[in-house]
């Protein structure tokens, strides 16, 4: 069984940045995803190993990178807004592991 641990979240003003961690076990990681309660799970980045794949709503802000050799992938977010506040995870893409890790808190306010 994959083990998933995010890490790195916190409180931000907005206009601040953060950069998230990801460090997996028994599997690969390729991607962010967060959720706000009361929604769902959405998408928000990923490593293609070609480019940059991003939603919409951080394109130009959210940058994925990763260390293959650590098996750990990285979430830079630059610029951000209130709208960003959420849990993010890490999983695989496109093929999602069922197993979610406990998620990193990211709470921008002022």
């Known amino acids: 069984q994959v083990q998933l641990v995010e890490s790195g979240g916190g409180l931000v003003e907005p206009g601040g940045s953060l950069t998230l961690s990801c460090a997996a076990s028994?599997?690969?990681?390729k991607a962010w995803y967060r959720q706000v309660p009361g929604k769902q799970r959405e998408f928000v980045a990923a490593v293609t190993g070609l480019s940059q794949m991003t939603a919409d709503s951080v394109r130009g802000r959210f940058t994925v990178s990763e260390d293959s050799a650590k098996n750990m992938i990285f979430l830079q977010m630059r610029n951000l807004k209130p709208e960003d506040t959420a849990v993010y995870y890490c999983?695989?893409?496109?093929?999602?592991?069922?197993?979610w890790g406990q998620g990193t808190q990211v709470t921008v306010s002022s």
């Open positions: 028994g599997g690969t990681v």
């Open positions: 999983n695989n893409w496109p093929h999602r592991y069922d197993y």
